[in-house]
């Protein structure tokens, strides 16, 4: 049998709570300060953002997608991580995000970005786009002029020299042609045996177990058998478009030192992240739109995907024009009618709600969005070698700095870090690096979020409830007190900074 906590693994790909909009944590904040202190604080013209081990850059993407909401700030990200995959996986994605509406529409855009997400498989369509990103990144990772022209969102300056050519190795591995050069699914397999050992043969049953009593019970209703089981068996969470799902997802790709029977030891590539939550938390069980949510029969007509699929396609819609997207009126009328159905059929099954959103997306279809950006173009796009010369979305207010590994103990040194960070978002997979020499860093009245334990599945509710505990005396220690205590129910606790 593996270890209890084999499941997480040893990387994180994707964070283990629902993705926020942090700009909207700080105004939550500054608004408690003027109910209680009748007069508004630390009001900034700049707002700084430190993630420590998220894993993924959903807060990232959905704070800048959201920032138009809130009143107009700079925003500086300051990104911490403990594996140089994930800061290349993060600029494929933020790039992903930023594409331009000519080059790409946003029903391709959010299928893409689903599948290089949370996919061990993928399309050709899409193990080309890493391709041709891999050729990009490694012209911007060798040249920052060229990336700050290519990409100004996103600053690689303070990583150090070791660690880009690290980067490089891994821009170069995605861009290798031949998909057996990381067999993934003979990987995934392998895990899968080592981790359920003797429940290998009977892993249906615990398959339904961990999705019926772990994952409903703690509200995930909507993650549906069909999808889990598919993600617990192969690795794929996200079918947005009918193809042959066979190509590697070369960005989940990491290595490991592991220890052979000889004692010695050997580094290898392989899969070493979650198999047992998937990535259905972060983007999957929570919407704005609270129509996915209606049930039929005691079943969810949509189901994590479904959901996973709207929320991305309202972000970058969000990003792309600065407003809201709204569900139209007639596939309102259309899910009413499916629900009617369903009453009358209990076998009928769900229809996607990424495409159908897409398709009447205020009345443009995959083709009428390129005509009508290809009409008002006015920016010069061209290719030379490897080096793409256009224009993504503009986000001039917006800048991700990503920070060297492992270097929270210390940041607190450089003068340039004292008192900065207005937001801080901590992972559970490095929240043991917070402690009280961080404390000249932060702001006054400073946001700290931690993300608890909840859904990771390997712990049970007593260690869930002692890891929350935890944490509140942790962040008490750095100056941090808590705005309720976190109960088990809670994916995040959340702290205000007392300098005092």
Not at 318 to 343: C, F, H, V, W
Not at 431 to 449: H, K, N, S, Y
Request: charged share 25%; with cysteine; net charge negative.
């Amino acid at each position: 049998m593996s270890s209890g906590g084999e499941g997480f693994g040893s990387i994180t790909w994707w964070g283990f709570t629902s993705s926020l909009d942090l700009q909207a944590e700080v105004d939550e904040n500054n608004h408690g300060m003027e109910m209680s202190k009748g007069a508004s604080k630390n009001e900034h013209e700049s707002l700084n953002i430190l993630i420590v081990g998220a894993g993924d850059c959903r807060h990232i993407i959905k704070t800048i997608a959201q920032r138009k909401r809130h009143k107009h700030r700079k925003i500086h990200f300051y990104v911490i991580e403990n594996n140089p995959e994930l800061l290349a996986r993060h600029l494929l994605l933020i790039t992903l995000a930023v594409e331009p509406t000519h080059k790409m529409g946003l029903q391709e855009k959010t299928e893409l970005f689903a599948e290089i997400y949370g996919n061990t498989l993928i399309r050709q369509q899409t193990y080309q786009y890493v391709q041709d990103k891999g050729n990009l990144f490694l012209e911007m990772i060798s040249d920052l002029d060229y990336a700050d022209e290519r990409m100004p969102i996103v600053d690689m300056s303070q990583l150090k020299f070791r660690e880009r050519d690290f980067i490089e190795g891994i821009f170069k591995f995605w861009r290798e042609p031949d998909p057996r050069y990381f067999n993934i699914t003979t990987m995934w397999d392998a895990r899968l045996r080592h981790y359920l050992g003797v429940r290998y043969d009977s892993r249906s049953g615990a398959y339904d177990w961990d999705l019926s009593m772990k994952l409903h019970d703690l509200g995930a209703k909507v993650i549906s058998k069909m999808e889990y089981v598919r993600w617990r068996e192969k690795g794929i969470a996200f079918e947005a478009r009918e193809g042959v799902y066979d190509r590697p997802n070369k960005t989940l790709s990491s290595g490991l030192v592991l220890k052979r029977n000889d004692g010695s030891r050997v580094p290898t590539r392989g899969y070493w992240g979650d198999m047992v939550t998937g990535p259905f938390i972060t983007f999957g069980v929570e919407s704005e739109e609270q129509s996915l949510f209606k049930t039929a029969n005691g079943a969810h007509v949509k189901n994590s995907e479904d959901i996973t699929l709207h929320n991305l396609l309202c972000l970058f819609h969000e990003l792309q024009s600065g407003e809201r997207y709204q569900i139209p009126a007639q596939q309102e009328t259309e899910d009413a009618n499916k629900i009617i159905e369903m009453d009358e059929d209990p076998n009928a099954m769900a229809t996607d709600v990424a495409m159908e959103t897409t398709e009447t997306n205020h009345g443009s279809s995959h083709h009428d969005i390129h005509h009508e950006d290809h009409k008002h173009e006015s920016h010069v796009h061209h290719q030379h070698k490897n080096k793409e010369f256009y224009a993504p979305i503009q986000c001039d207010d917006v800048c991700v700095h990503f920070l060297s590994l492992n270097c929270l103990a210390e940041l607190h040194k450089k003068s340039k870090f004292q008192k900065l960070f207005n937001v801080v978002f901590m992972s559970t997979s490095m929240v043991q690096q917070f402690t009280p020499v961080l404390r000249p860093m932060f702001a006054d009245e400073c946001v700290l979020i931690i993300e608890l334990a909840k859904f990771i599945l390997d712990v049970n509710k007593e260690q869930v409830a002692g890891f929350a505990k935890r944490v509140t005396e942790m962040a008490r220690d750095v100056g941090f007190e808590p705005k309720q205590v976190p109960s088990p129910k809670d994916s995040f606790a959340k702290f205000a900074f007392r300098n005092i």
